[in-house]
């Protein structure tokens, strides 16, 4: 089974508007932690946000959100008042803690594409 | 603070050839973690190392190696390329200690495997 489930191979948005990217995962750790992260056709991954599995508070980074419903299983990445420069493709990945374990499982991933 | 640099940015090479890619990870980072990304599989977890060990492996065959120099530094090497090789190789780095650090990702480099 996929650890991490990104639904949405790509998505439109309108610039200055919401866009919420879908990410779902499966752990049996109680100990984990989510990321996203941007990629530019260019090729870097950017860090845009990180959420604790013990982080009772959703986390936010400027414009960008994640709406962590642990019981769900899901953490979407919200992106407010789109920008141009926001077009790229966009993963969702996780970390088990398992004390030394530095392995980030990313999902497929989700393009996004904002229009004028 | 510098970010991840790798080098080369571009590679080609033919089957049978080997390779090495080289990470400097960002200043104070002790822990370097590299990827492989493919349109077919997606991001993999190839390794990471830690004050010159490695900690964690994932499935690779042993054709995928790497290490870590005093200073950081990792390169990792792939030897017997095959056409399936070509991807973008992502290093990234953290400061390795423990918690739930986040991994600073660099520019990558792209292998063309002819």
């Known amino acids: 089974a996929q650890k991490i489930t990104q639904t949405q191979p790509g998505m439109f948005v309108q610039e200055k508007e919401a866009v919420t990217l879908d990410c779902t995962y499966d752990t049996s750790d109680q100990s984990y932690g989510l990321f996203w992260y941007k990629q530019p056709s260019s090729g870097e991954m950017i860090f845009l946000i990180y959420q604790g599995s013990y982080d009772e508070q959703n986390a936010t980074e400027g414009r960008y959100s994640l709406n962590f419903q642990k019981a769900r299983k899901s953490a979407n990445l919200v992106i407010s008042a789109s920008q141009l420069g926001d077009s790229a493709m966009y993963f969702c990945?996780?970390?088990?803690?398992?004390?030394?374990?530095?392995?980030?499982?990313f999902g497929k991933g989700t393009l996004l594409t904002v229009n004028p | 603070k510098a970010g991840v640099t790798q080098t080369p940015r571009y590679l080609i090479k033919t089957r049978g050839q080997q390779v090495t890619l080289s990470c400097s990870p960002i200043?104070?980072?002790?822990?370097v973690s590299w990827y492989q990304q493919t349109p077919g599989q997606g991001l993999q977890f190839l390794f990471e190392?830690?004050?010159?060990?490695?900690?964690n492996k994932g499935n690779f065959p042993g054709r995928f190696s790497g290490r870590q120099f005093s200073n950081s530094r990792s390169e990792m090497n792939v030897s017997t390329l095959e056409l399936g090789d070509s991807a973008l190789y992502l290093c990234?780095?953290?400061?390795?200690?423990?918690?739930?650090?986040?991994?600073?990702f660099g520019p990558g480099t792209r292998l063309l495997v002819l």
């Open positions: 990945a996780m970390r088990e803690w398992g004390g030394s374990n530095y392995k980030l499982t």
């Open positions: 190392y830690f004050s010159e060990t490695q900690r």
């Open positions: 990234a780095s953290s400061a390795g200690t423990g918690g739930m650090e986040t991994q600073y």
């Open positions: 200043s104070g980072h002790r822990s």
